[in-house]
Nanobody
Framework: QVQLVESGGGLVQAGDSLRLSCAASRIIFSISALGWYRQAPGKQRELVANIDSGSRTNYEDSLKGRFTISRDNAKNTVYLQMNSLKPEDTGVYYC????????????WGQGTQVSVSS
């Protein structure tokens, strides 16, 4: 069974940065597509960014320029660097493995809480 463990969340102030990590196991990481999603209170889960096996990336339009997704195949880890955080970035951030053709989520981590105060 795929295992995804997120870390790096926390409480920060507006304008701060955070880097989330997602360590994956029981998958062939180097050929996997992965994504970060988030869910704000009372809202649906939404895509933040994804990255395929060739490190091609895709971002939710409003987050381009502030968030960066990357991967380290040697560490089986995918990262999300978040800069200039805003209160509206508050939510639970989830890592997911993606279907390599549709890029739809398949497996989920437990999530990590990000809270941004104004």
């Amino acid at each position: 069974q795929v295992q995804l463990v997120e870390s790096g969340g926390g409480l920060v102030q507006a304008g701060d940065s955070l880097r989330l990590s997602c360590a994956a196991s029981r998958i062939i990481f180097s050929i996997s597509a992965l994504g970060w999603y988030r869910q704000a209170p009372g809202k649906q889960r939404e895509l933040v960014a994804n990255i395929d096996s060739g490190s091609r990336t895709n971002y939710e339009d409003s987050l381009k320029g502030r968030f960066t997704i990357s991967r380290d195949n040697a560490k089986n880890t995918v990262y999300l660097q978040m800069n200039s955080l805003k209160p509206e970035d508050t939510g639970v951030y989830y890592c997911a493995t993606l279907n390599i053709y549709s890029l739809r989520p398949v497996d989920w981590g437990q999530g990590t809480q990000v809270s941004v105060s104004s």
